[in-house]
């Protein structure tokens, strides 16, 4: 089984500040997703990495993909409020398959 | 928004009873996915199809079939509920070609 670790669980930072969410893994993906998930609905996808060291930017995140393939960052620069929810990390495997981390639970205070 | 709906979005069972939960889609997407959420666990992949009558074992399947005898209808059985199966269940599509997967609203199940 291949599994995606994520860290910290959870996170409680005033607004203003920043942080960084962590992807890990043993095992290499083809692509790492990350998605936001909101209370109540589904997981929305944020950003795609599929190249080793590859760095996306969303305004104010910043998702980088290892070099290995392995593991995966989501930076929040300057946290908002609006920023607070679920953060997952998503595997792409050969088999079809999406394998989830257990999600960072972010929550920015004003 | 990719015509994702799944029905009912609540349902509370008795221990033992059969309960079906239903994912629509609009799009004829190929692949759909059922998955459960549960708090510390992320998502976790029960089964999912890549094609009608085409389906696959996740990695919690015990306790649950699924069936797909046309492409926008993805139905997951829990054959006899137990109160482990309580849980919020997500449905999920991916378009052919691309790695995403899009989301339904997702159904809370309890079971008593």
């Known amino acids: 089984t291949q599994l995606l670790e994520q860290s910290p669980q959870f996170l409680s930072i005033q607004e203003g500040e920043n942080l960084t969410v962590y992807c890990n893994s043993s095992?290499?993906?083809?692509?790492l997703q990350w998605y936001r998930q909101e209370p109540g609905e589904g997981p929305v996808l944020l950003v795609t990495?599929?190249?080793?060291?590859e760095v996306k930017k969303l305004k104010r995140l910043t998702f980088q993909f290892g070099d290995a393939r392995k593991d995966s960052s989501l930076h929040i620069t300057a946290a908002q409020p609006g920023d607070t929810g679920l953060y997952l990390c998503a595997g792409a495997t050969g088999a079809q398959k999406l394998v989830f981390g257990q999600g960072t639970r972010l929550t920015i205070n004003p | 928004d990719a015509g994702i709906t799944q029905s009912p979005r609540h349902k509370v069972t008795e221990t033992g009873t059969p309960v079906t939960l239903r994912c629509h889609q609009t799009?004829?997407?190929?692949?759909m996915y059922w998955y459960r959420q549960d708090p510390g666990h992320g998502l976790r992949l029960i089964h999912y199809?890549?094609?009608?009558?085409?389906?696959d074992k996740g990695e919690v399947s015990d306790g649950y079939s699924v069936s797909r005898s046309k492409t926008e209808d993805f139905l997951l059985t829990l054959e006899s509920a137990t109160s482990s199966q309580t849980s919020v269940y997500f449905c999920a599509i991916r378009r052919q070609g691309q790695v995403e997967a899009f989301f339904g609203q997702g159904t809370r199940l309890t079971v008593v």
């Open positions: 199809s890549y094609g009608v009558k085409d389906t």
């Open positions: 799009e004829n997407h190929r692949y």
């Open positions: 990495v599929v190249t080793g060291g």
């Open positions: 095992s290499v993906f083809s692509s």
